[in-house]
């Protein structure tokens, strides 16, 4: 009895974690796709983080997207320069 509810217990811890993983992968390239679709521009990762498979620290263009709220449109302004 106990060992069934003991892995009822960890599955039910893990279920929250599970959840949390999966909405950060699947908005990991959200903010790319709708600057792409709303800009009409084909930036990658690189556009706003150090490595240029993304994540991680961000470059002086990613800290001024994401204080410009993460604004879609921020890269057009910057197509002129």
Same mark, same amino acid.
């Given at each position: 009895?106990?060992?069934?509810?003991?892995?009822?217990?960890?599955?039910?811890?893990? #279920?929250?974690?599970?959840?949390?993983?999966?909405?950060?992968?699947?908005?990991?390239?959200?903010?790319?796709?709708?600057?792409?679709?709303?800009?009409?521009?084909?930036?990658?990762?690189?556009?706003?983080?150090?490595?240029?498979?993304?994540?991680?620290? #961000?470059?002086?263009?990613?800290?001024?997207?994401?204080?410009?709220?993460?604004?879609?449109?921020?890269?057009?302004?910057?197509?002129?320069?």
């Amino acid at each position: 009895m106990w060992s069934r509810f003991s892995k009822t217990l960890y599955i039910l811890a893990a #279920l929250p974690l599970l959840y949390a993983y999966s909405h950060i992968a699947e908005t990991r390239y959200w903010y790319r796709d709708a600057v792409n679709e709303t800009s009409g521009t084909a930036i990658s990762c690189e556009a706003c983080h150090s490595a240029p498979e993304g994540g991680g620290a #961000l470059n002086r263009d990613g800290m001024n997207f994401r204080d410009s709220g993460h604004e879609p449109t921020y890269f057009l302004s910057k197509s002129g320069e």
